[in-house]
């Protein structure tokens, strides 16, 4: 036998060892494959799933914000948006390259967009740009399929059709920041499309606005790209309720137009509900510019405006109230009892204190003053004599009731509660006492004295109702615990009603006019206001005063009007604010006069007939 034979015992052995081997690996693929095919076949199936499929958040409708009669002050529209989804994207600065050859994107945008994609979570897509015309979207979507990562979207714009009108009040809305999503965990707010409220109802009533969220399954290819949609949503998205607010857009748009190019505030309440008919401050912007974007030359430009068109000066403005704080220290006066209605005060035109001269606006003086004359005819010395008997704490504490120095519940923030001095006040703000003229000052609504033109309203409406401290409303069904009773006895509230009457229906009063409220038959009662802005040199007052058409208008006098009517029954009030408009009686009477006329004719109040008039 050869050596070069195999031993047929040795292949017996191989062949077995093989063979075992073999069984052995079979069997542990076969164990391997039943435990991923059947014991881990759930497991698997959901992972699998999870990479095939996924969920959409489905933004619900922001509800609309309507006004009393239904007219729609802030609506949705379509937006057309494009994102990027970090995780999906190899190269951020490459895409944003592909995405700027349809649609523009600017360094700032850029930036901001990497900024994001590094700071959220990397499946959350982040908003380039939105806004975009039908052909920019069409475009980008032709590029999509060569551009992983990138997400097109038809998301919601919010837009105010009446523009300005109402963007003091109703605020606008915007992408929420870092510090809303730290305080407020719903999943909306990280959806680079979502728009909270950031200011004014927009943002008082967001959570009553925004909705809930729903949800989309969604089939995805292995780039992450969304291939199909499931027809049935798990979850559908719960739009937001309507808001309704107090206010009359056919109301405010016609206290816009008479304004004209002025400056300044205006506010028609209620005298009985207290809900807010027109509440405007003047110049105004559009809002729909916050929505889209402002641009830096939008807000230098609003900066630049020495009428300041951004704030809003009907409830944040601080200005005097004038002479129509003199109804204040008529019931100050005739509550502590130190005014005789029918005892006279002589008016020379000034009142000597110490080494300085208090002047009536009336160089020459008014001569003797009753209760109704001084007011009828604004007379400052008729008030100085008054505050020297009260002192401030009882001007101080009338002030308060009536309205002045509060922040009221209508909803938005903003307000200011302005300024009812005394001698606490001035302690800690200036570390001074109180001195008598500084009573002075105050009797005539000037000095420390600083309001709102809400808080005028407020305070002509308690004067009206009589009864009740009413308080301003502007969003219907707010939920409010009613008003407190006023608590000024009936009498003196007539005397000062009817010197009030005086001013707007009598010859020689510094509102009358014939037939002042243009309403046949249909009487009103107001008070005229001039604030002055700058101090006037002894020099000046010798020589003659300057009229506000020689000076700069910001040293012109601001006009101030308050006014309520009818007289008999009182539905409306107004207090309306010209900033540098000169006097009370002319550009600010005029503009209360129309609105309340308007007011009266859209609540059905008529003229009275002739043979009702007689």
């Known amino acids: 036998m050869s050596d070069d034979r195999i031993d047929p015992s040795l292949i017996t052995r191989r062949t077995a060892f093989l063979g075992v081997a073999g069984a052995l690996g079979m069997s542990a693929l076969t164990a391997r494959l039943y435990y991923l095919q059947v014991v881990k076949a759930e497991d698997y199936t959901v992972l699998s799933d999870r990479n095939r499929f996924n969920f959409k958040t489905l933004i619900p409708e922001r509800g609309r914000i309507l006004d009393r009669n239904g007219v729609s002050l802030a ?7 494009v994102m990027i989804v970090p995780e999906q994207v190899d ?84 992408t929420a920041g870092p510090d809303d999503i730290a305080v407020d965990k719903d999943p909306l707010l990280r959806q680079p499309s979502f728009r909270i409220g950031k200011t004014g109802v927009e943002a008082a009533s967001d959570k009553t606005l925004r909705g809930k969220a729903g949800r989309l399954k969604v089939e995805v290819n292995a780039r992450g790209r969304v291939v199909r949609e499931w027809p049935d949503p798990k979850e559908k998205p719960v739009s937001g309720d309507d808001v309704w607010l107090t206010l009359d857009a056919d109301l405010q748009r016609h206290a816009a137009d008479l304004f004209e190019e002025d400056s300044g505030g205006i506010a028609v309440i209620d005298v009985m509900t207290g809900e807010l008919r027109t ?32 704030f809003n000066k009907v409830i944040g403005g601080g200005y005097p109230p004038a002479s129509t704080f003199k109804m204040v220290v008529m019931l100050a ?57 009260l002192g401030i704490d009882p001007i101080h504490d009338m002030a308060r009731r009536l309205g002045f120095g509060e922040r009221f519940d209508i909803g938005i923030s903003g307000q200011t509660s302005g ?21 002075y000052n105050a009797a005539i609504g000037q000095g420390f004295v600083l309001t709102t033109p809400l808080q005028m309203a407020v305070m002509t409406a308690r004067l009206a109702n009589g009864r009740r401290a009413v308080n301003p409303t502007l969003i219907i069904g707010q939920d409010l615990d009613g008003f407190d009773a006023l608590d000024i006895d009936p009498t003196h509230l007539q005397l000062v009603r009817d010197a009030m009457w005086s001013v707007c229906e009598e010859p020689g009063g510094t509102a009358y006019r014939a037939d002042s409220l243009g309403f046949g038959g249909i009487d009103m009662a107001g008070k005229t206001g001039t604030g002055q802005v ?81």
């Open 419 to 439: 300024i009812v001095p005394n001698d606490a006040w001035k302690q800690a703000r200036l570390g001074d006492g109180w001195r008598t003229g500084d009573s």
């Open 75 to 81: 609506v949705n529209r379509q937006d057309f948006q």
């Open 91 to 174: 190269d951020v600065d490459g895409t944003l390259d592909a995405i700027s050859d349809i649609v523009p994107i600017t360094d700032k945008v850029r930036a901001r967009v990497k900024r994001e994609a590094k700071r959220r979570a990397r499946f959350i897509p982040v908003l380039v740009d939105s806004h975009l015309d039908w052909d920019a979207f069409a475009a980008l979507n032709l590029r999509t399929p060569d551009l992983p990562g990138v997400a097109l979207d038809v998301g919601q714009g919010r837009l105010y059709p009446h523009k300005g009108l109402f963007t003091h009040t109703l605020g606008y809305v915007g």
């Open 534 to 614: 700058r101090s006037i040199s002894r020099a000046e007052r010798e020589s003659g005063v300057r009229s506000n058409e020689r000076i700069a208008w910001e040293l012109r006098d601001h006009s101030v009007f308050v006014g309520y009517a009818p007289f008999e029954a009182p539905r409306f009030a107004v207090a309306t604010l010209v900033e540098h408009g000169g006097s009370g009686a002319g550009r600010a009477a005029d503009i209360s006069r129309q609105l309340l006329s308007m007011a009266l004719s859209r609540d059905g109040v008529k003229p009275l007939s002739p043979e009702a008039r007689l």
């Open 333 to 389: 006066g005739l509550k502590e009892g130190l005014i005789d209605p029918k005892e006279k005060i002589f008016c020379t035109g000034r009142v000597r204190l110490g080494n300085r001269n208090f002047h009536c606006w009336k160089r020459r003086g008014h001569g003797p003053m009753d209760l109704r004359d001084s007011l009828k005819q604004s007379c400052d010395v008729y008030y100085y004599e008054i505050a020297n008997r």
């Open 279 to 310: 509440l405007l401050s003047m110049p105004t912007f559009d809002g729909n510019l916050f929505v889209s974007g402002l641009t830096a030359a939008d807000m230098a430009a609003m900066n630049a405006s020495e009428k300041r068109p951004q």
